[in-house]
C-alpha cells in the first residue's frame, strides 16, 4: 500500500533530503516534517560577520560552524544543486589550486609544518614522503593476517588495519590526523569497514593487500550500483573541481531545500516542535507521532533522521521491544573556532588547504586541525572594492570534553604560533568566535556495519516496515552521505 500520510523526524541534512524526495516521489502523500529547535539544515551553519581592522579597511566575511565544502563524487548533492537552481551560486576550487594541491600536518613534537605529498614526485620532497612512498611500494608484498585471510575478518578499526600493512608509526601519523578531520575521533575504534569501505573492499579483493585490489577490478556487475541522477549539466560544471561551496555558504544548500518543500503543497513544515513518541496502531498498522506541544499525528510511514540517542528516547515510550544497537556508537563533540585577521603584508599562513594534527605517541590530542577558509573559500566574502585589502580567515578545530580547558584567545594563538612558526608574531584577530558542538558526529566502532543490519532488521519487522531509520549515525557522516540516505528513504514503499 503506497504511502499517505509520512512523517519525517528530524530537520537536519538527512532529514530535509527525506522530506524533498520524499515529496517528490510520492506527490499524492502527505509530508510532515517535525524539528524540535527552531532552525532546520541540522550542524550546517553559516553566517556573514562584518569586520574592520580601525585602519579604514572593512569587509563581510562569510564564517562556517559545520561542514564547508563539498567533494564532486557525491552526485546526490550534484542532483540537488540542478533541482534547487544553485549553479550560479557555486564556488569552485579547481584541482589547480594550491588549497587542492598543498595539505599539511602538524606533527605533534616537531615545529611547523609538514606537506603531504599530492604526487609521486612530491613524495620524495620530505622524510615523511619517503616512509609514506617506501610502505605503499611495499605493501603488496606484506601478509597482514598470517594464519587466516582477511575474508575470516567481519571488520577491523582503521589505525588496526593500516598498522599491519604500512607499519604502526605511519597508521598513527596519517590515520590518526585522517580521522581528526573527518570523525574527530580515535582511528583506534574506527570502523574501516563503515567508515572506509573502498580501502576494506580494496583489501578483500587483493587478499590483504591495498594496492593489490585497487588494481583488480570489482567482481561486481558495472551497472549493479547504477543510479539515475538528474544532473543537468552540474557534471560538466565540476570537471577539474577538487571541492567546492557556495558563495553564501553551505547554508544556501538547506535553505534552498527548505523553499522548495515549503512551496510543495503537500509539505507541511513544523518547527520548535519535535517528536516524542511513536505508537503503532494495531488496528490498522499506522503510526501515531506524538509530539512535544501535545500534537498527535497519524502516519501511515515514518522516516527517523534524528540521531539514534534520541530515537532510543523516543521509542522507549513505546509497546514495542526497543531495537537494538542504538546507542553502540560514542558521539565526538567540537569546539570551532572561528578567527579572523586583519590584512598584513606578509600572509599570516602557507598556501593550501590546512593541517590536520594526528595524536601524539602518548595518546593525546587537543587540536584537531586548521583550515585556511581564505585560501579556498575567499570569494565567499565582500570587499567595498577588488582592491581592498584582503582579511584572512581561519578555523581551528578542537576536541571538546568535560576536561577540556577553556577555549581563550590567547590559548588558541599559542597553538598557532607552536603550529605555524612565523617569522614574525601574529597580528591581533578582528574576530575570534568559539562554538562548541556537542555531540555532533558519530563514530561508527568496529561491527558497526552488522549492527546496523540487525537493528533495521527488528525495525523493519516489528515495525511492519512502515519506520525507516536513517541518518548520520546510520550511514555515514558527510553531506553526501546524509543527502543519499534521504534520497533513499522509502523507496520500498512503492
Same mark, same amino acid.
Given at each position: 500500500?503506497?504511502?499517505?500520510?509520512?512523517?519525517?523526524?528530524?530537520?537536519?541534512?538527512?532529514?530535509?533530503?527525506?522530506?524533498?524526495?520524499?515529496?517528490?516521489?510520492?506527490?499524492?502523500?502527505?509530508?510532515?516534517?517535525?524539528?524540535?529547535?527552531?532552525?532546520?539544515?541540522?550542524?550546517?551553519?553559516?553566517?556573514?560577520?562584518?569586520?574592520?581592522?580601525?585602519?579604514?579597511?572593512?569587509?563581510?566575511?562569510?564564517?562556517?560552524?559545520?561542514?564547508?565544502?563539498?567533494?564532486?563524487?557525491?552526485?546526490?548533492?550534484?542532483?540537488?544543486? *540542478?533541482?534547487?537552481?544553485?549553479?550560479?551560486?557555486?564556488?569552485?576550487?579547481? *584541482?589547480?589550486?594550491?588549497?587542492?594541491?598543498?595539505?599539511?600536518?602538524?606533527?605533534?613534537?616537531?615545529?611547523?609544518?609538514?606537506?603531504?605529498?599530492? !604526487? #609521486?614526485?612530491? %613524495?620524495? #620532497?620530505?622524510?615523511?614522503?619517503?616512509?609514506?612512498?617506501? %610502505?605503499?611500494? =611495499?605493501?603488496? =608484498?606484506?601478509?597482514?593476517?598470517?594464519?587466516?585471510?582477511?575474508?575470516?575478518?567481519?571488520?577491523?578499526?582503521?589505525?588496526?588495519?593500516?598498522?599491519?600493512?604500512?607499519?604502526?608509526?605511519?597508521?598513527?601519523?596519517?590515520?590518526?590526523?585522517?580521522?581528526?578531520?573527518?570523525?574527530?575521533?580515535? !582511528?583506534?575504534?574506527?570502523?574501516?569497514?563503515?567508515? =572506509?569501505?573502498?580501502?576494506?573492499?580494496?583489501?578483500?579483493?587483493?587478499?590483504?593487500?591495498?594496492?593489490?585490489?585497487?588494481?583488480? %577490478? !570489482?567482481?561486481?556487475? $558495472?551497472?549493479?550500483?547504477?543510479?539515475?541522477?538528474?544532473?543537468?549539466?552540474?557534471?560538466?560544471?565540476?570537471?577539474?573541481?577538487?571541492?567546492?561551496?557556495?558563495?553564501?555558504? @553551505?547554508?544556501?544548500?538547506?535553505? %534552498? @531545500?527548505?523553499?522548495?518543500?515549503?512551496?510543495?503543497?503537500?509539505?507541511?513544515?513544523?518547527?520548535?516542535?519535535?517528536?516524542?513518541?511513536?505508537?503503532? *496502531?494495531?488496528?490498522?498498522?499506522?503510526?501515531?507521532?506524538?509530539?512535544?506541544?501535545?500534537?498527535?499525528?497519524?502516519?501511515?510511514?515514518?522516516?527517523?533522521?534524528?540521531?539514534?540517542?534520541?530515537?532510543?528516547?523516543?521509542?522507549?515510550?513505546?509497546?514495542?521491544?526497543?531495537?537494538?544497537?542504538?546507542?553502540?556508537?560514542?558521539?565526538?563533540?567540537?569546539?570551532?573556532?572561528?578567527?579572523?585577521?586583519?590584512?598584513?603584508?606578509?600572509?599570516?599562513?602557507? $598556501?593550501?588547504?590546512?593541517?590536520?594534527?594526528?595524536?601524539?605517541?602518548?595518546?593525546?590530542?587537543?587540536?584537531?586541525?586548521?583550515?585556511?577558509?581564505?585560501?579556498?573559500?575567499?570569494?565567499?566574502?565582500?570587499?567595498?572594492?577588488?582592491?581592498?585589502?584582503?582579511?584572512?580567515?581561519?578555523?581551528?578545530?578542537?576536541?571538546?570534553? $568535560?576536561?577540556?580547558?577553556?577555549?581563550?584567545?590567547?590559548?588558541?594563538?599559542?597553538?598557532?604560533? *607552536?603550529?605555524?612558526?612565523?617569522?614574525?608574531?601574529?597580528?591581533?584577530?578582528?574576530? =575570534?568566535? &568559539?562554538?562548541?558542538?556537542?555531540?555532533?558526529?558519530?563514530?561508527?566502532?568496529?561491527?558497526?556495519?552488522?549492527?546496523?543490519?540487525?537493528?533495521?532488521?527488528?525495525?523493519?519487522?516489528?515495525?511492519?516496515?512502515?519506520?525507516?531509520?536513517?541518518? &548520520?549515525?546510520?550511514?555515514?557522516?558527510?553531506?553526501?552521505?546524509?543527502?543519499?540516505?534521504?534520497?533513499?528513504?522509502?523507496?520500498?514503499?512503492?
Amino acid at each position: 500500500m503506497p504511502p499517505t500520510h509520512i512523517s519525517v523526524l528530524g530537520g537536519g541534512l538527512t532529514g530535509l533530503s527525506s522530506a524533498f524526495h520524499l515529496s517528490r516521489r510520492y506527490p499524492s502523500a502527505k509530508i510532515t516534517l517535525l524539528e524540535k529547535s527552531p532552525r532546520l539544515g541540522g550542524w550546517v551553519h553559516s553566517e556573514r560577520v562584518d569586520v574592520n581592522d580601525g585602519h579604514g579597511h572593512t569587509a563581510r566575511i562569510l564564517l562556517e560552524r559545520g561542514p564547508r565544502t563539498l567533494r564532486p563524487n557525491g552526485k546526490s548533492t550534484l542532483e540537488l544543486v *540542478n533541482l534547487l537552481n544553485l549553479q550560479q551560486s557555486l564556488i569552485t576550487i579547481p *584541482n589547480s589550486a594550491e588549497a587542492a594541491r598543498t595539505r599539511f600536518l602538524h606533527i605533534p613534537g616537531t615545529k611547523g609544518l609538514t606537506a603531504l605529498p599530492s !604526487s #609521486a614526485l612530491s %613524495a620524495f #620532497a620530505s622524510p615523511l614522503g619517503r616512509r609514506l612512498a617506501r %610502505a605503499v611500494a =611495499f605493501e603488496p =608484498f606484506k601478509r597482514p593476517h598470517k594464519g587466516s585471510s582477511i575474508h575470516d575478518l567481519e571488520d577491523d578499526n582503521l589505525e588496526n588495519f593500516l598498522a599491519v600493512r604500512l607499519g604502526p608509526e605511519l597508521a598513527r601519523l596519517v590515520g590518526s590526523a585522517l580521522v581528526h578531520g573527518i570523525y574527530a575521533a580515535d !582511528s583506534r575504534q574506527l570502523s574501516v569497514r563503515a567508515a =572506509f569501505p573502498s580501502l576494506w573492499d580494496a583489501a578483500r579483493r587483493g587478499n590483504g593487500s591495498i594496492a593489490r585490489g585497487m588494481m583488480k %577490478a !570489482s567482481s561486481e556487475p $558495472a551497472d549493479k550500483f547504477k543510479e539515475d541522477y538528474e544532473l543537468g549539466g552540474v557534471l560538466e560544471l565540476m570537471q577539474g573541481v577538487s571541492v567546492y561551496s557556495f558563495r553564501d555558504g @553551505m547554508v544556501a544548500l538547506t535553505s %534552498a @531545500m527548505e523553499s522548495a518543500l515549503r512551496r510543495s503543497p503537500n509539505v507541511e513544515v513544523v518547527k520548535n516542535d519535535g517528536a516524542v513518541m511513536l505508537d503503532k *496502531n494495531t488496528r490498522d498498522a499506522t503510526i501515531t507521532v506524538h509530539s512535544q506541544l501535545g500534537t498527535q499525528t497519524t502516519s501511515s510511514h515514518v522516516v527517523s533522521a534524528m540521531p539514534l540517542s534520541q530515537l532510543k528516547s523516543l521509542l522507549q515510550r513505546s509497546s514495542l521491544p526497543m531495537p537494538p544497537h542504538l546507542d553502540a556508537n560514542p558521539l565526538s563533540s567540537v569546539t570551532v573556532v572561528n578567527l579572523i585577521f586583519p590584512p598584513t603584508i606578509d600572509p599570516i599562513h602557507p $598556501a593550501g588547504f590546512g593541517y590536520l594534527i594526528p595524536r601524539d605517541a602518548n595518546g593525546r590530542v587537543e587540536v584537531l586541525g586548521t583550515v585556511f577558509d581564505s585560501c579556498s573559500l575567499g570569494a565567499q566574502d565582500e570587499y567595498p572594492s577588488h582592491t581592498s585589502p584582503r582579511f584572512t580567515k581561519m578555523t581551528m578545530m578542537i576536541r571538546s570534553a $568535560a576536561s577540556s580547558p577553556p577555549t581563550t584567545l590567547e590559548r588558541v594563538l599559542k597553538h598557532l604560533e *607552536n603550529h605555524l612558526q612565523r617569522q614574525t608574531p601574529l597580528p591581533v584577530p578582528v574576530f =575570534f568566535r &568559539a562554538n562548541t558542538m556537542h555531540e555532533c558526529i558519530p563514530t561508527p566502532t568496529v561491527g558497526h556495519t552488522c549492527r546496523t543490519e540487525e537493528m533495521k532488521r527488528v525495525v523493519r519487522e516489528e515495525w511492519g516496515g512502515r519506520l525507516e531509520v536513517v541518518g &548520520a549515525g546510520v550511514g555515514g557522516v558527510s553531506v553526501a552521505d546524509c543527502i543519499e540516505q534521504g534520497r533513499h528513504a522509502g523507496r520500498g514503499w512503492l
